[in-house]
């Protein structure tokens, strides 16, 4: 039984802690805190094998690029865990294929299960295989969170504002889907900028994009940040021109799902339009990922897949009709922001300033 990973790693600041989390390793058992039933219901669901977490991916249980890199990572170790002893190497090799079909876009699931197959691959029994493949696993997940509290140091520094903002006043930003410690090992990424600001006491107000059609923002980031008392304002997608145009804001805060060597960034459906809003009222626009986001494998955001979801996701929620019966959709649920859109791209290696190949090479080369 390993409970290590119900709380953050002991030698972190209790200021670094939030009291969300959105997964809990147990050993022999995963849970997920059902991420489609909040802000109603706090639910765990309780999983101890691959496919029921590959099934949790896909439909939505956990997500966010990085906690589903972790999830899948344990999925992994789930196999090995309960695998029959006959032809347990089958067995796992099954779930690795199970895992990596559950979502196409973010590359965090990707980074994750070839980093539990470099480990597999050594594994000459399967009691070396369950042992080494769940230490893969709490360290895939340890080491995300730590990225996670470097990436807001590194934004503060890159904002200016990292020696306590010294006489700087508290800013305004706006951030789209949810990117917090339900989305991550915890803590946040574009999140946790946001949540660093607010204990240097430099945050004024979030405000916090609604996020059509799943609701990640009013659903998920409202909850964390009310939750945490952290100063949230919830708006309609549409009304991000207005708040802008307004003049408060100063920076545009979101994550991603997949970087790629050209600074090219896939996220949530509707950044890209942020992000052509931010450079018409010459407001900042940062991108803050984990480096395991970034895939310089790929040349530009073209070569991306993007997922497309049911059209049931625009035609309904929870069952009531919001369109006319059988209506034609188109529901990609990511976009792909280009680079020269972006003013920074913020991981826990460092930041980079008007990201372009010889940028990302710098860093991620
Ligand atoms: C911290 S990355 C979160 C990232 O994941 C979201 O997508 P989804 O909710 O569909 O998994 C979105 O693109 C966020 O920026």
Not at 49 to 67: E, F, T
Not at 112 to 120: D, G, I
Not at 243 to 252: C, D, K, S
Request: glycine share 10%; with cysteine.
């Amino acid at each position: 039984m390993n409970d290590s990973i119900k709380s953050p790693p002991s030698n972190l600041p209790p200021s670094h802690t939030t009291g969300t989390v959105a997964l809990r390793w147990h050993g022999s058992s995963l849970e997920l805190l059902d991420q489609r039933l909040l802000p109603v219901q706090e639910h765990w669901i309780t999983f101890e094998g691959a496919a029921g977490v590959a099934q949790s991916i896909r439909d939505m249980v956990v997500r966010g690029a990085p906690a589903i890199g972790i999830s899948a990572a344990y999925g992994v170790a789930l196999a090995a865990r309960h695998a029959g002893g006959g032809d347990w190497r089958a067995e796992v090799r099954q779930a690795f294929g199970e895992l990596a079909a559950s979502r196409p876009t973010a590359v965090n699931l990707f980074w994750a299960l070839q980093r539990m197959e470099r480990v597999f691959a050594c594994c000459n029994s399967l009691g070396e295989a369950q042992k080494r493949l769940e230490k893969e696993a709490v360290a895939i997940h340890q080491e995300d969170l730590a990225a996670n509290l470097a990436m807001a140091d590194h934004a503060l520094d890159a904002m200016g504002l990292s020696a306590g903002g010294g006489n700087a006043s508290p800013v305004s930003v706006l951030t789209h889907c949810n990117t917090g410690a339900l989305a991550t090992g915890g803590y946040g990424t574009a999140l946790g900028v946001i949540r660093r600001l607010h204990e240097k006491k430099l945050l004024k107000q979030v405000y916090a994009d609604e996020t059509r059609p799943w609701l990640q923002g009013s659903r998920l980031t409202a909850w964390e940040l009310v939750r945490d008392g952290i100063p949230v304002t919830l708006n309609a997608d549409g009304a991000a021109a207005a708040i802008l145009a307004a003049g408060e804001v100063r920076w545009i805060v979101v994550g991603a799902d997949r970087i790629t060597a050209n600074g090219d960034v896939a996220n949530k459906i509707g950044t890209y339009s942020l992000a052509v809003l931010a450079r018409h009222h010459k407001i900042g626009f940062m991108v803050v990922a984990p480096s395991s986001t970034v895939d310089m494998s790929l040349a530009s955001g073209a070569d991306i897949v993007i997922e497309e979801r049911d059209g049931s996701e625009l035609r309904e929620i929870r069952g009531i009709p919001l369109a006319p019966e059988g209506v034609s959709v188109f529901n990609p649920v990511f976009d792909v922001t280009p680079a020269n859109l972006i003013d920074l791209i913020v991981t826990e290696k460092g930041a980079v300033r008007n990201p372009n190949i010889t940028g990302m090479h710098k860093l991620f080369g």
